[in-house]
């Protein structure tokens, strides 16, 4: 079981910068992936960036050169630098997603935070 503590978000103005936190606990050494996700008012969940163990990173082309995911040196924590930010492209609940791999089923598992809501004014 892996659990997904997000903390960071919150009202900004267009073109201002936000920073997005998870925090991972329980059985951290199963994680494959730690990616990020949002869902915006009539929108469907979409993946924002998504940063892998050996550290390679992706993003959707929408927040490419604006957001930028890290992850801190004990690979517990996985961030979310938001910059450059658009109202209605932007503002959404973002959930922090991470994925295991379980070698008793082999089977991949996905775990949710619990949602932060990102308001960007025009």
């Known amino acids: 079981q892996v659990q997904l503590a997000q903390s960071g978000g919150g009202l900004v103005q267009a073109g201002g910068s936000l920073r997005l936190s998870c925090a991972a606990s329980?059985?951290?050494?199963?994680?494959?992936?730690m990616a990020w996700y949002r869902q915006g008012p009539g929108k469907h969940l979409e993946l924002v960036a998504s940063?892998?163990?050996?550290?390679?990173?992706?993003y959707t082309d929408s927040v490419k050169d604006r957001f930028r995911i890290s992850r801190d040196n004990a690979k517990t924590t996985v961030y979310l630098q938001m910059n450059s930010l658009k109202p209605e492209d932007d503002t959404a609940v973002y959930f922090c997603?991470?994925?295991?791999?379980?070698?008793?089923?082999?089977?991949?598992?996905?775990?949710w935070g619990q949602g932060t809501q990102v308001t960007v004014s025009s």
């Open positions: 997603n991470a994925r295991t791999f379980e070698t008793m089923t082999s089977r991949s598992k996905d775990y």
């Open positions: 329980g059985s951290i050494d199963s994680i494959t992936m």
């Open positions: 940063i892998t163990i050996d550290g390679a990173t992706n």
